[in-house]
């Protein structure tokens, strides 16, 4: 089954960038969407489609991809960014969706 | 404004069928290109992708699952449901229900706020 690999943490000090990578197969000829989720609460999508942001949120969070790995960039990071961030995909091979396995973001 | 809320029982004895509910407000779950999806995630772990179906019938199940779970469309109430049978203590999650789109469509928007299910006995 396709599998999306995402490092386990990341931390980043107010005010710097924080890259969140998400490698897989392949992953150039799909559609990568990223989620954003705080304790408690469900995720909410940040990025669609690879790179379009939904309305409403911040011009902060872009998403771009390369080879086979994909990258959700918080610019300008602040403390409300600190949360999990997950990448999924669709699989057409094994017609599922596939989650990462998240990325615990830290604000320093 | 599109929401969804979870519902059922939050403790199912183990080899039991856990039952949830999805209530849809402001869309149908008849028109439009979306797929209704569920989605869990075990406390302190990632997001799994349970399945999904279409207002036409159509489904797509986890692999791992799919011999243990059904989705099904309430179109009289606007709502659709998750069975999941012979549960054990590995299906203790929080399950969330979701909209999802076709194609490269694919994406979860909007999630219901997700309801706890714990199985034991």
């Known amino acids: 089954s396709y599998v999306l690999i995402q490092s386990p943490s990341v931390s980043v000090a107010p005010g710097q960038t924080a890259r969140i990578t998400c490698g897989g197969n392949y992953i150039g000829r799909k559609s990568v969407h990223w989620y954003l989720q705080r304790p408690g609460q469900a995720p909410v999508v940040v990025v669609y489609d690879d790179s379009d942001r939904p309305s409403g949120i911040p011009e902060r969070f872009s998403g771009s991809k390369s080879g086979n790995t994909a990258t959700l960039t918080i610019s300008r990071v602040e403390a409300g960014d600190e949360a999990d961030y997950y990448c999924?995909?669709?699989?057409?091979?094994?017609?599922?969706?596939?989650f990462g396995g998240g990325t615990k973001v830290t604000v320093l | 404004q599109v929401q969804l809320q979870e519902s059922g029982p939050g403790l199912v004895k183990p080899s039991q069928t856990l039952s949830l509910t999805c209530a849809v407000s402001g869309a149908s779950i008849t028109s439009g290109d979306f797929y209704w999806t569920w989605i869990r995630q075990p406390a302190g772990k990632g997001l799994e992708w349970i399945g999904r179906m279409y207002r036409s019938g159509s489904t797509h199940y986890n692999s791992t699952l799919r011999s243990r779970v059904t989705i099904s469309l309430d179109t009289s109430n606007n709502r659709f449901s998750l069975k999941l049978t012979s549960v054990t203590a590995a299906d203790t999650a929080v399950y969330y229900c979701a909209r999802g789109g076709l194609e490269r469509r694919n994406w979860f928007d909007p999630w219901g706020q997700g309801t706890l299910v714990t199985v034991s006995s």
């Open positions: 999924q995909v669709w699989d057409s091979s094994g017609d599922q969706a596939v």
